[in-house]
């Protein structure tokens, strides 16, 4: 039996050990001072059970309302509380209190409900709406009859009191409060209730007010115009036109310009509430704990409008509480307070030093932790991928985009290396990037294509730091994703959208080049024909018109076939030498030059030694056939009989091989030439205005070369430079 009964100790003990969370919902917004208060007391009463976690949510109801509003609101908290128990809920004030009791059932079916902060509170609404079971709560009242006994004590030769009220919901319900008693004293003093004014006509009246008269607000949060007041402001611009005492009922209004009252406490009201709260979380029952009906209302005044108006409170309450009123303690006890001040003065030189290195410890782990929050939101918030990892390879953290990336969780990621996640290439050369960085503590960009899980292939640039502990050691590396995959195949798109546009032009240079041989077959089949009905034809003229035949058959089919790998993308950069390029282009629209009554020049000084490029070949040849169609077509506009020139210079120096493309046709508009390598920029009228601009993706994009154009004394002269190897190729991508 006494095992029994330990176990079931230690049980129940081992159950109130665990977290308990805790939902705070309050009907305002946060920066209102009655709802800051009851939130201050609640997690003050919470703060010594290092097992409750409280959330809270803000209805804000001051500014927004409406059954639609909280019909959105209870499906937006069913989504947020969708993956969470809370063992107990607290509401603040009427609209939240109201939303729970709606929508108990929809968002919290088993929790225990406790409100605080309610007006007007009728018992029969929990029986109404089948909640009883699960709810309890404290009632906030407002002791009119009190405050107004305080008033006439206070200020017995009292003849006119102005109330001011708003038309919020509280508002209403204070109204209907006010009138019994309102007629019960109309007698004894002139009242003038205020609800439907603006506050200018509100300050009017108040300077009409004598000194027998004084105000109690009650609430003013909007005005007749529907404009916003926060409680300071609503106090702050009747206190500055008032010359009468200002009373208030409510504590959130006291230390703005209030003389006090009987005030309904924001901080009892949590006080109270969060007590029962803990009776809940302790087990007891919510059905068993009854609700507070009596409002925990406290005597509070402010001393700087007592004294302002000559009041004193202490021969008519015994129980009460003043703000702002100067402290006598020193001049009354002044030996023992040099006494005190003495010892503590000795005391503070003790501990000072100590003292301030906790402060400041205190306030550099705030800011750390503060620090490290942010980082953390700002890395997930990051869309590149992004990693971390220490001198072994481990890896120490990433974010959100790392892991979608790799489409593993975070805490799979960490204690891994690369080649968890990266193919065997990858991972070695990713080993081998970490050991020169550490070596150099430098940086480091380069260029991969990772195969990813999902049988995706992403082409990732990927940027590389070394990172410092506080002692200056070496901590580890940080590396940074980008995800070039979409920017890569968009280019490659508009390169081949660039080789359909050229080819109006290739199939016309494919025309000229087919004229000859098909006027050469045609001539030869009549001459068989001729023999043949001549009688005439032998096995030797059949077979020469068979070998001429093929002959100018192959050359078609060639034709064909230049046509066919032009438009064939490259698939990798590759050594390949300038003169066959040239050789290709020319094979397919040298004779339509020719036609066009245009010189074609080509300068190619290196007969000996062929000069190699580095890059992708088809493009290459695309922006040849651009540029030179770009002049051809600039002559045709001419429409003139006059013989012009196109000239091609190739020049090499030890870093770049240079093409110059000179045509003699006229200048470019200096108002445009900037602005013919942009996208989509064309002066012709069916042009589609990225020839250009695709000619300076793959130079300088793809090929790692620069391309511009000039004027020159009538001549428009494109430049091209590449690198003309590999090794200076790369070492120019790695710049």
Same mark, same amino acid.
């Given at each position: 039996?006494?095992?029994?009964?330990?176990?079931?100790?230690?049980?129940?003990?081992?159950?109130?050990?665990?977290?308990?969370?805790?939902?705070?919902?309050?009907?305002?917004?946060?920066?209102?001072?009655?709802?800051?208060?009851?939130?201050?007391?609640?997690?003050?009463?919470?703060?010594?059970?290092?097992?409750?976690?409280?959330?809270?949510?803000?209805?804000?109801?001051?500014?927004?309302?409406?059954?639609?509003?909280?019909?959105?609101?209870?499906?937006?908290?069913?989504?947020?509380?969708?993956?969470?128990?809370?063992?107990?809920?607290?509401?603040?004030?009427?609209?939240?209190?109201?939303?729970?009791?709606?929508?108990?059932?929809?968002?919290?079916?088993?929790?225990?409900?406790?409100?605080?902060?309610?007006?007007?509170?009728?018992?029969?609404?929990?029986?109404?709406?089948?909640?009883?079971?699960?709810?309890?709560?404290?009632?906030?009242?407002?002791?009119?009859?009190?405050?107004?006994?305080?008033?006439?004590?206070?200020?017995?030769?009292?003849?006119?009191?102005?109330?001011?009220?708003?038309?919020?919901?509280?508002?209403?319900?204070?109204?209907?409060?006010?009138?019994?008693?309102?007629?019960?004293?109309?007698?004894?003093?002139?009242?003038?209730?205020?609800?439907?004014?603006?506050?200018?006509?509100?300050?009017?009246?108040?300077?009409?007010?004598?000194?027998?008269?004084?105000?109690?607000?009650?609430?003013?949060?909007?005005?007749?115009?529907?404009?916003?007041?926060?409680?300071?402001?609503?106090?702050?611009?009747?206190?500055?036109?008032?010359?009468?005492?200002?009373?208030?009922?409510?504590?959130?209004?006291?230390?703005?310009?209030?003389?006090?009252?009987?005030?309904?406490?924001?901080?009892?009201?949590?006080?109270?509430?969060?007590?029962?709260?803990?009776?809940?979380?302790?087990?007891?029952?919510?059905?068993?704990?009854?609700?507070?009906?009596?409002?925990?209302?406290?005597?509070?005044?402010?001393?700087?409008?007592?004294?302002?108006?000559?009041?004193?409170?202490?021969?008519?309450?015994?129980?009460?509480?003043?703000?702002?009123?100067?402290?006598?303690?020193?001049?009354?006890?002044?030996?023992?307070?040099?006494?005190?001040?003495?010892?503590?003065?000795?005391?503070?030189?003790?501990?000072?030093?100590?003292?301030?290195?906790?402060?400041?410890?205190?306030?550099?782990?705030?800011?750390?932790?503060?620090?490290?929050?942010?980082?953390?939101?700002?890395?997930?918030?990051?869309?590149?991928?992004?990693?971390?990892?220490?001198?072994?390879?481990?890896?120490?953290?990433?974010?959100?985009?790392?892991?979608?990336?790799?489409?593993?969780?975070?805490?799979?990621?960490?204690?891994?290396?690369?080649?968890?996640?990266?193919?065997?290439?990858?991972?070695?050369?990713?080993?081998?990037?970490?050991?020169?960085?550490?070596?150099?503590?430098?940086?480091?960009?380069?260029?991969?294509?990772?195969?990813?899980?999902?049988?995706?292939?992403?082409?990732?640039?990927?940027?590389?730091?070394?990172?410092?502990?506080?002692?200056?050691?070496?901590?580890?590396?940080?590396?940074?994703?980008?995800?070039?995959?979409?920017?890569?195949?968009?280019?490659?798109?508009?390169?081949?959208?660039?080789?359909?546009?050229?080819?109006?032009?290739?199939?016309?240079?494919?025309?000229?080049?087919?004229?000859?041989?098909?006027?050469?077959?045609?001539?030869?089949?009549?001459?068989?024909?001729?023999?043949?009905?001549?009688?005439?034809?032998?096995?030797?003229?059949?077979?020469?018109?068979?070998?001429?035949?093929?002959?100018?058959?192959?050359?078609?089919?060639?034709?064909?076939?230049?046509?066919?790998?032009?438009?064939?993308?490259?698939?990798?950069?590759?050594?390949?030498?300038?003169?066959?390029?040239?050789?290709?282009?020319?094979?397919?629209?040298?004779?339509?030059?020719?036609?066009?009554?245009?010189?074609?020049?080509?300068?190619?000084?290196?007969?000996?030694?062929?000069?190699?490029?580095?890059?992708?070949?088809?493009?290459?040849?695309?922006?040849?056939? #651009?540029? +030179?169609? @770009?002049? =051809? /077509? *600039?002559?045709?506009?001419?429409?003139?009989?006059? &013989?012009?020139?196109?000239?091609?210079?190739?020049?090499?120096?030890?870093?770049?091989?240079?093409?110059?493309?000179?045509?003699?046709?006229?200048?470019?508009?200096?108002?445009?030439?900037?602005?013919?390598?942009?996208?989509?920029?064309?002066?012709?009228?069916?042009?589609?205005?990225?020839?250009?601009?695709?000619?300076?993706?793959?130079?300088?994009?793809?090929? #790692?070369? +620069?391309? @511009?154009? =000039? /004027? *020159?004394?009538?001549?428009?002269?494109?430049?091209? &430079?590449?690198?003309?190897?590999?090794?200076?190729?790369?070492?120019?991508?790695?710049?």
């Amino acid at each position: 039996m006494k095992k029994t009964i330990l176990f079931l100790l230690l049980f129940l003990n081992f159950l109130y050990a665990q977290n308990k969370e805790v939902l705070l919902i309050h009907s305002y917004h946060k920066g209102y001072k009655w709802t800051d208060d009851i939130s201050k007391a609640i997690e003050k009463n919470f703060e010594p059970y290092d097992n409750i976690e409280l959330t809270t949510f803000y209805m804000d109801t001051k500014r927004v309302a409406g059954e639609n509003y909280f019909y959105k609101l209870a499906n937006l908290y069913k989504e947020k509380i969708a993956n969470r128990k809370f063992d107990l809920v607290i509401v603040s004030d009427n609209n939240a209190f109201d939303f729970l009791v709606k929508y108990h059932d929809f968002l919290f079916p088993t929790s225990p409900v406790l409100f605080c902060g309610i007006n007007n509170f009728n018992k029969s609404i929990l029986d109404e709406n089948f909640v009883t079971h699960y709810m309890s709560g404290v009632v906030e009242q407002v002791d009119l009859e009190k405050n107004f006994e305080l008033i006439l004590n206070l200020q017995p030769h009292l003849q006119k009191l102005m109330i001011i009220n708003d038309k919020s919901k509280t508002g209403m319900a204070m109204k209907k409060d006010l009138e019994p008693i309102m007629k019960r004293y109309k007698n004894r003093l002139k009242i003038e209730y205020i609800d439907d004014l603006d506050i200018k006509n509100i300050q009017n009246e108040i300077t009409k007010l004598d000194s027998n008269s004084a105000i109690l607000l009650v609430l003013l949060f909007k005005d007749k115009t529907g404009k916003y007041f926060t409680y300071k402001q609503s106090v702050k611009e009747i206190r500055k036109v008032a010359q009468v005492p200002l009373y208030g009922l409510w504590d959130f209004y006291l230390d703005y310009g209030i003389v006090g009252g009987l005030l309904t406490s924001a901080k009892a009201q949590g006080d109270a509430v969060s007590k029962m709260a803990l009776r809940v979380l302790n087990g007891e029952k919510v059905y068993d704990i009854p609700v507070l009906e009596k409002s925990p209302n406290k005597y509070l005044f402010d001393y700087n409008e007592l004294n302002r108006f000559d009041l004193d409170v202490s021969e008519i309450l015994k129980d009460y509480t003043i703000i702002n009123e100067p402290h006598t303690f020193i001049r009354k006890y002044t030996k023992l307070v040099i006494i005190t001040v003495t010892i503590i003065a000795v005391l503070l030189i003790m501990v000072f030093s100590m003292k301030a290195n906790i402060q400041r410890r205190k306030i550099v782990e705030k800011d750390l932790q503060n620090r490290i929050k942010f980082d953390k939101v700002l890395l997930d918030t990051l869309p590149n991928p992004i990693y971390y990892k220490n001198k072994d390879g481990k890896f120490l953290g990433c974010n959100k985009a790392f892991c979608e990336l790799l489409s593993v969780p975070k805490k799979e990621v960490i204690g891994k290396t690369a080649k968890d996640f990266f193919d065997p290439a990858v991972a070695k050369k990713n080993k081998q990037v970490d050991e020169e960085l550490l070596k150099t503590h430098g940086t480091n960009t380069s260029e991969v294509t990772l195969h990813l899980p999902n049988n995706h292939m992403r082409h990732i640039i990927i940027n590389k730091a070394v990172y410092l502990d506080n002692d200056g050691s070496i901590g580890g590396i940080v590396c940074i994703m980008d995800d070039i995959t979409e920017r890569i195949q968009q280019k490659q798109f508009l390169i081949q959208q660039g080789k359909l546009a050229e080819m109006g032009d290739m199939v016309a240079a494919i025309a000229h080049q087919w004229n000859e041989p098909l006027v050469e077959l045609s001539a030869q089949v009549q001459d068989i024909q001729t023999s043949f009905l001549l009688n005439e034809l032998k096995d030797i003229q059949v077979k020469e018109f068979v070998n001429d035949s093929m002959v100018q058959i192959k050359y078609m089919s060639k034709t064909l076939s230049d046509f066919r790998n032009f438009l064939k993308p490259s698939t990798s950069k590759k050594l390949f030498a300038i003169r066959k390029a040239f050789e290709d282009i020319f094979e397919i629209i040298g004779k339509q030059i020719f036609y066009s009554n245009i010189n074609l020049h080509f300068n190619y000084e290196y007969d000996k030694e062929e000069l190699l490029i580095y890059g992708y070949e088809n493009e290459f040849k695309q922006v040849l056939l #651009n540029l +030179i169609n @770009n002049a =051809k /077509n *600039k002559v045709l506009e001419k429409n003139s009989s006059k &013989k012009y020139n196109i000239t091609i210079n190739i020049s090499s120096c030890n870093t770049y091989t240079t093409i110059e493309i000179i045509d003699d046709a006229g200048n470019i508009n200096e108002n445009i030439i900037d602005k013919i390598f942009e996208p989509y920029f064309t002066t012709k009228k069916d042009g589609t205005g990225f020839g250009l601009y695709m000619a300076k993706v793959i130079i300088e994009d793809k090929m #790692n070369g +620069i391309i @511009n154009v =000039k /004027n *020159k004394d009538k001549h428009v002269i494109f430049t091209i &430079k590449l690198p003309h190897n590999k090794r200076l190729a790369n070492e120019n991508n790695a710049s």
